[in-house]
């Protein structure tokens, strides 16, 4: 089979049968040591129409209704099984999201669900569940001269020293938040059809892993900022910053997971980020953030 492109992705090469533009700035010329195969296939599998995810182990089936299934196999195929007339730019978000998400589970890799920038080569990760403000955060540090290590679904390495992966060199924002940085929704391309949110192509770090210095946990609220730490730090980390706990679940990788999330918490510190969700208050989350500077973990943020 010709696997038409390959790309170095989070530490990972992947050699796939067609073309991905999120993952255009990560393409690499073919080599013998791609890790995972991405392929198309044209007959349906036969599963429910509802969507849902089946699992036995390191295999697993997950069903996008309307969309696509995905066929995610011991951390080094994923083979999409499109639905009749459903183009590819319609499914190929949840390659970007569930199964990449599934793939990494199988192959012993954390990801956090969270948006993270870096300055000076210190990274700062902002976490939450859907709706959290994760790429908002990321777009008011941008203005203040950081820059996008990654969105939505992010690699990090615990240890020895925490590292976070550079991944897509784009934020998923909302019309709203596009139109206080003067980008015009209608020349953008939306996330899915029919959402009114828009995937903003911005310049990113590179290649090469970032240090992590700090988590966030991102809530609603007047301006304050707290650390975390024990027990407590680690079930909000765990709760607050996995995407798809289910799967995690399904595959039997609960504990691996929770294993990975206090390695990192051993060296980064986690912080509790809350901020008003008036638009007009932005400032407040990067003035909260600089008053970490006294810590010397933070110098040069």
């Not at 067609?18 to 993952?23: D, L, Q, S, T």
């Not at 990274?123 to 950081?146: H, I, Q, T, V």
């Not at 609960?254 to 509790?272: A, D």
């Not at 600089?290 to 810590?295: A, I, K």
């Amino acid at each position: 089979m010709n696997e038409g492109r390959v790309y170095a992705l989070s530490g990972i090469r992947l050699a796939c049968g067609f073309e991905v533009p999120e993952w255009e700035s990560f393409r690499v010329e073919p080599g013998a040591g791609e890790d995972v195969r991405i392929a198309l296939a044209e007959a349906q599998p036969g599963l429910p129409a509802t969507s849902c995810a089946l699992a036995e182990g390191r295999d697993l089936w997950l069903v996008i209704s309307g969309f696509a299934t995905f066929h995610v196999e011991d951390g080094c195929r994923i083979t999409v099984f499109p639905e009749p007339d459903v183009p590819l730019s319609q499914w190929r978000p949840f390659l970007l999201g569930t199964a990449w998400n599934a793939l990494c589970l199988q192959r012993d890799i954390l990801l956090l669900h969270a948006s993270v920038v870096a300055r000076d080569k210190n990274a700062l990760a902002f976490c939450g569940p859907s709706g959290a403000g994760k790429s908002s955060m990321a777009a008011s540090l941008l203005r203040e001269g950081y820059s996008l290590v990654s969105d939505d679904l992010c690699r990090v390495d615990p240890s020895p020293v925490a590292q976070v992966h550079p991944s897509m060199p784009r934020l998923r924002l909302w019309r709203e938040m596009l139109a206080l940085g003067g980008a015009v929704p209608e020349e953008l391309t939306p996330v899915l059809d029919g959402r009114d949110k828009f995937q903003l192509p911005v310049a990113g770090t590179g290649r090469a892993p970032v240090s992590l210095h700090a988590i966030f946990l991102l809530e609603w609220g007047e301006p304050e900022v707290r650390r975390i730490c024990g027990l407590d730090a680690l079930k909000r980390l765990v709760g607050e910053a996995t995407y798809r706990p289910e799967m995690v679940e399904a595959m039997g990788l609960s504990g691996r997971h929770w294993q990975h999330c206090l390695t990192l918490l051993r060296t980064v510190p986690l912080y509790v980020l809350r901020r008003p969700r008036d638009i007009a208050r932005l400032d407040a989350a990067p003035a909260l953030i600089r008053q970490l500077t006294g810590d010397p973990r933070h110098t040069g943020m």
